[in-house]
Nanobody
């Protein structure tokens, strides 16, 4: 079992930045892929970004150039640095580790 706790969400104006964090605990030795998904109101959950234990990253086209995913394996933490935010980025952001999910953190971008 892996437990994931997200933090860093909140309200930000368009053009602003936020940094999300996700702390993993439990059977962390088994974690390869960590990342972030998001679900906007009335929409399906979608991939934002992932990172492997070796540092390989993958991004949704909608966030490339604006969001950066990083990982501290020593701290068992994954981060999502979000810049140039728009109202379209408003969503609940979920941390994932392999097949485990966090409970999500809300990001609201005002226009």
């Amino acid at each position: 079992q892996v437990q994931l706790v997200e933090s860093g969400g909140g309200l930000v104006q368009a053009g602003g930045s936020l940094r999300l964090s996700c702390d993993a605990s439990g059977s962390i030795f088994s974690i390869n892929i960590m990342g972030w998904y998001r679900q906007a109101p009335g929409k399906q959950r979608e991939l934002v970004a992932t990172i492997t234990s070796g540092g390989n990253t993958n991004y949704a086209d909608s966030v490339k150039g604006r969001f950066t995913i990083s990982r501290d394996n020593a701290k068992n933490t994954v981060y999502l640095q979000m810049t140039s935010l728009t109202p379209m980025d408003t969503a609940v952001y979920y941390c994932i580790a392999n097949l485990y999910w966090g409970k999500g953190t809300l990001v609201t971008v005002s226009s």
